[in-house]
Protein backbone atom coordinates (compact mmCIF):
# COMPACT_ATOMS: atom_id res chain seq x y z
CA UNK A 1 0.00 0.00 0.00
CA UNK A 2 1.32 3.48 -0.81
CA UNK A 3 0.22 7.28 0.47
CA UNK A 4 -1.89 7.77 -2.75
CA UNK A 5 -4.84 6.97 -0.79
CA UNK A 6 -4.07 9.83 1.92
CA UNK A 7 -6.41 13.22 2.64
CA UNK A 8 -4.63 16.14 4.05
CA UNK A 9 -7.91 18.47 5.41
CA UNK A 10 -7.64 21.47 7.11
CA UNK A 11 -7.38 25.00 7.28
CA UNK A 12 -4.51 27.13 5.87
CA UNK A 13 -2.63 26.75 9.14
CA UNK A 14 0.92 26.46 10.30
CA UNK A 15 -0.45 22.47 11.53
CA UNK A 16 -1.43 21.70 8.05
CA UNK A 17 1.49 23.45 6.34
CA UNK A 18 3.68 21.70 8.58
CA UNK A 19 1.92 18.34 7.83
CA UNK A 20 2.12 18.55 4.75
CA UNK A 21 5.81 20.08 4.21
CA UNK A 22 6.66 17.34 6.94
CA UNK A 23 5.45 14.73 4.89
CA UNK A 24 7.04 15.67 1.64
CA UNK A 25 10.55 16.11 3.50
CA UNK A 26 10.38 12.47 4.15
CA UNK A 27 9.45 11.64 0.22
CA UNK A 28 5.25 11.31 0.50
CA UNK A 29 4.59 12.86 -2.28
CA UNK A 30 1.42 10.94 -3.07
CA UNK A 31 -1.15 13.22 -1.30
CA UNK A 32 -3.97 15.39 -1.87
CA UNK A 33 -4.79 18.55 0.09
CA UNK A 34 -8.89 19.61 0.91
CA UNK A 35 -8.44 23.21 2.27
CA UNK A 36 -11.21 24.93 3.82
CA UNK A 37 -11.65 28.38 5.05
CA UNK A 38 -9.66 31.33 3.52
CA UNK A 39 -6.23 31.33 1.94
CA UNK A 40 -3.18 32.42 4.53
CA UNK A 41 -0.83 34.60 3.28
CA UNK A 42 3.51 33.92 3.41
CA UNK A 43 4.50 34.25 6.86
CA UNK A 44 7.93 35.58 8.60
CA UNK A 45 10.08 33.18 9.93
CA UNK A 46 11.65 34.26 12.68
CA UNK A 47 15.57 35.19 13.17
CA UNK A 48 17.30 32.43 13.88
CA UNK A 49 14.52 29.93 13.44
CA UNK A 50 15.89 26.56 13.84
CA UNK A 51 15.41 23.83 10.91
CA UNK A 52 16.84 21.14 12.77
CA UNK A 53 18.08 20.70 16.46
CA UNK A 54 18.32 17.64 18.97
CA UNK A 55 17.16 15.36 16.01
CA UNK A 56 14.29 17.36 15.24
CA UNK A 57 13.49 18.58 12.07
CA UNK A 58 11.33 21.75 11.88
CA UNK A 59 9.09 21.93 8.82
CA UNK A 60 7.93 25.04 6.43
CA UNK A 61 5.05 26.32 8.19
CA UNK A 62 5.45 30.07 6.01
CA UNK A 63 4.94 28.94 2.76
CA UNK A 64 0.76 29.22 2.17
CA UNK A 65 -1.26 25.96 1.41
CA UNK A 66 -1.94 26.49 -1.75
CA UNK A 67 1.69 27.29 -2.41
CA UNK A 68 2.91 23.99 -1.74
CA UNK A 69 0.73 21.93 -3.19
CA UNK A 70 1.51 23.75 -6.66
CA UNK A 71 5.27 23.67 -6.04
CA UNK A 72 5.12 20.00 -5.75
CA UNK A 73 2.12 19.16 -7.86
CA UNK A 74 -0.53 17.94 -5.18
CA UNK A 75 -3.41 17.38 -5.79
CA UNK A 76 -5.52 20.11 -3.76
CA UNK A 77 -9.40 20.97 -3.62
CA UNK A 78 -10.58 24.43 -2.58
CA UNK A 79 -13.97 24.45 -0.09
CA UNK A 80 -15.22 27.96 0.30
CA UNK A 81 -16.69 27.12 3.56
CA UNK A 82 -15.41 27.64 7.44
CA UNK A 83 -15.24 24.41 9.17
CA UNK A 84 -14.48 21.14 8.34
CA UNK A 85 -17.72 20.39 9.75
CA UNK A 86 -19.44 22.44 7.06
CA UNK A 87 -21.68 20.09 4.20
CA UNK A 88 -19.77 21.16 1.63
CA UNK A 89 -16.86 19.97 3.15
CA UNK A 90 -18.30 17.01 4.56
CA UNK A 91 -19.40 16.42 0.71
CA UNK A 92 -16.03 16.28 -0.37
CA UNK A 93 -15.00 14.35 2.20
CA UNK A 94 -17.39 11.63 1.09
CA UNK A 95 -16.17 11.54 -2.25
CA UNK A 96 -12.62 11.18 -1.54
CA UNK A 97 -10.92 7.83 -2.40
CA UNK A 98 -8.98 5.31 0.08
CA UNK A 99 -9.75 4.97 3.95
CA UNK A 100 -7.27 7.24 6.11
CA UNK A 101 -6.97 10.94 6.44
CA UNK A 102 -5.48 13.40 8.11
CA UNK A 103 -7.24 16.01 10.45
CA UNK A 104 -5.44 19.40 10.40
CA UNK A 105 -7.61 21.88 11.56
CA UNK A 106 -7.33 24.76 13.45
CA UNK A 107 -6.67 24.97 17.29
CA UNK A 108 -10.09 23.80 19.47
CA UNK A 109 -11.72 22.86 16.35
CA UNK A 110 -13.63 19.70 16.97
CA UNK A 111 -14.87 17.61 14.31
CA UNK A 112 -18.51 16.26 15.48
CA UNK A 113 -19.80 12.77 14.39
CA UNK A 114 -22.15 13.59 11.38
CA UNK A 115 -18.38 14.28 9.70
CA UNK A 116 -16.47 11.41 11.50
CA UNK A 117 -18.93 9.47 10.02
CA UNK A 118 -18.88 10.35 6.15
CA UNK A 119 -15.32 10.95 6.04
CA UNK A 120 -12.29 8.62 5.82
CA UNK A 121 -11.05 7.64 9.03
CA UNK A 122 -9.20 10.85 10.35
CA UNK A 123 -5.69 10.59 12.16
CA UNK A 124 -5.80 13.57 14.85
CA UNK A 125 -1.85 14.06 16.50
CA UNK A 126 -2.99 14.79 19.93
CA UNK A 127 0.08 16.94 22.09
CA UNK A 128 -0.25 15.12 25.22
CA UNK A 129 -0.01 11.79 27.16
CA UNK A 130 -3.38 9.60 26.63
CA UNK A 131 -5.78 9.17 28.14
CA UNK A 132 -4.29 11.14 31.39
CA UNK A 133 -4.14 14.40 29.45
CA UNK A 134 -6.95 15.38 27.25
CA UNK A 135 -7.38 18.99 25.96
CA UNK A 136 -5.61 21.61 23.49
CA UNK A 137 -3.06 22.81 26.14
CA UNK A 138 -1.49 19.45 27.33
CA UNK A 139 2.01 20.89 26.30
CA UNK A 140 2.04 23.67 28.76
CA UNK A 141 0.90 21.66 31.55
CA UNK A 142 3.05 18.74 30.80
CA UNK A 143 6.18 21.25 31.07
CA UNK A 144 4.39 22.79 34.42
CA UNK A 145 4.21 19.21 35.83
CA UNK A 146 7.83 18.31 35.09
CA UNK A 147 7.00 15.75 32.68
CA UNK A 148 8.14 14.56 29.11
CA UNK A 149 6.24 16.53 26.17
CA UNK A 150 4.20 13.46 24.38
CA UNK A 151 2.43 13.28 20.89
CA UNK A 152 0.20 10.30 20.62
CA UNK A 153 -1.68 9.98 17.44
CA UNK A 154 -5.35 8.34 17.32
CA UNK A 155 -7.96 7.98 15.37
CA UNK A 156 -10.69 10.06 15.69
CA UNK A 157 -13.70 9.28 17.37
CA UNK A 158 -17.16 11.15 18.66
CA UNK A 159 -15.53 11.63 21.93
CA UNK A 160 -13.34 13.94 22.31
CA UNK A 161 -9.39 12.74 21.87
CA UNK A 162 -10.74 8.98 23.20
CA UNK A 163 -9.99 7.44 19.82
CA UNK A 164 -7.51 4.42 19.27
CA UNK A 165 -3.87 4.83 19.52
CA UNK A 166 -1.68 4.30 16.59
CA UNK A 167 1.46 5.81 18.02
CA UNK A 168 2.83 7.93 20.62
CA UNK A 169 6.09 9.86 20.88
CA UNK A 170 8.35 11.48 23.81
CA UNK A 171 10.37 14.40 22.73
CA UNK A 172 12.72 16.93 24.47
CA UNK A 173 10.93 20.32 25.91
CA UNK A 174 10.84 23.23 23.48
CA UNK A 175 14.55 24.88 22.99
CA UNK A 176 15.19 27.99 24.18
CA UNK A 177 13.97 31.32 22.06
CA UNK A 178 11.58 29.04 19.90
CA UNK A 179 7.83 29.41 19.01
CA UNK A 180 6.54 27.23 20.98
CA UNK A 181 2.84 27.29 19.83
CA UNK A 182 3.64 27.28 16.11
CA UNK A 183 6.74 25.93 14.87
CA UNK A 184 7.73 23.67 18.19
CA UNK A 185 4.01 21.81 18.40
CA UNK A 186 3.19 21.62 14.81
CA UNK A 187 7.22 19.74 14.55
CA UNK A 188 6.37 17.20 17.12
CA UNK A 189 3.02 16.51 16.07
CA UNK A 190 4.65 16.40 11.92
CA UNK A 191 6.99 14.14 13.41
CA UNK A 192 4.68 11.86 15.11
CA UNK A 193 2.86 12.02 11.53
CA UNK A 194 5.82 10.90 9.29
CA UNK A 195 6.21 7.54 11.66
CA UNK A 196 2.59 6.76 11.09
CA UNK A 197 2.50 6.89 7.67
CA UNK A 198 5.66 5.49 7.11
CA UNK A 199 4.24 2.46 9.55
CA UNK A 200 0.62 2.35 7.55
CA UNK A 201 2.79 2.23 4.27
CA UNK A 202 5.02 -0.25 5.47
CA UNK A 203 2.34 -2.49 6.97
CA UNK A 204 -0.50 -1.50 4.89
CA UNK A 205 -2.87 -0.96 8.02
CA UNK A 206 -2.85 1.14 10.83
CA UNK A 207 -1.88 -0.44 14.25
CA UNK A 208 -4.22 0.33 16.79
CA UNK A 209 -4.62 -0.41 20.41
CA UNK A 210 -7.69 1.22 22.51
CA UNK A 211 -6.49 3.49 25.16
CA UNK A 212 -6.26 2.33 28.39
CA UNK A 213 -7.44 3.26 31.38
CA UNK A 214 -6.69 6.52 32.69
CA UNK A 215 -3.88 6.52 35.56
CA UNK A 216 -5.05 9.60 37.18
CA UNK A 217 -7.68 9.68 39.68
CA UNK A 218 -10.10 10.61 37.24
CA UNK A 219 -11.73 7.62 35.21
CA UNK A 220 -11.31 9.88 31.61
CA UNK A 221 -8.30 11.54 32.75
CA UNK A 222 -7.82 15.29 32.84
CA UNK A 223 -8.83 18.03 30.32
CA UNK A 224 -6.67 20.53 29.64
CA UNK A 225 -8.50 23.30 27.33
CA UNK A 226 -7.43 26.42 28.59
CA UNK A 227 -4.33 27.87 30.62
CA UNK A 228 -4.56 30.79 32.23
CA UNK A 229 -1.66 33.29 30.76
CA UNK A 230 0.27 33.61 34.42
CA UNK A 231 0.64 29.50 34.04
CA UNK A 232 1.38 29.97 30.59
CA UNK A 233 4.15 32.32 31.10
CA UNK A 234 5.80 29.81 34.01
CA UNK A 235 6.02 27.33 31.76
CA UNK A 236 7.86 29.17 29.18
CA UNK A 237 9.88 30.85 32.24
CA UNK A 238 10.90 27.16 32.66
CA UNK A 239 11.59 26.34 29.23
CA UNK A 240 13.96 29.80 28.83
CA UNK A 241 15.86 28.33 31.84
CA UNK A 242 16.60 25.46 30.98
CA UNK A 243 14.75 23.68 33.93
CA UNK A 244 14.15 19.86 31.87
CA UNK A 245 14.78 16.98 33.86
CA UNK A 246 17.79 15.61 32.48
CA UNK A 247 15.90 12.37 32.94
CA UNK A 248 13.78 13.29 29.51
CA UNK A 249 16.55 14.73 27.90
CA UNK A 250 17.19 13.19 24.19
CA UNK A 251 14.00 11.17 23.83
CA UNK A 252 13.19 11.68 20.63
Not at 64 to 73: K, V
Not at 162 to 177: E, K, L, N, Q, T
Not at 198 to 225: H, V
Request: hydrophobic share 40%.
Amino acid sequence: MTTSSLVIVGADSPRCRGYVSALIQAGMHDLEVVRYGPSGTRGQAQAGERTEANGLWYPDIHTPLDALCGEYDLPLIVVDAPSINAPEVVNVLRRCPGDLGVFAGRGGEIVDKRTLEAAPRLLHMHPGPLPDMRGSTTLYYAILQQQPVTVTGIVLAPEIDAGPIVHSRRFDWPPAGIDVDQLYDTAIRAATLVDIIRGYTSNGALIEQPQPAASTSADDGMMYFVIHPVLKHLALLAVEQGRQPAAFQGNT
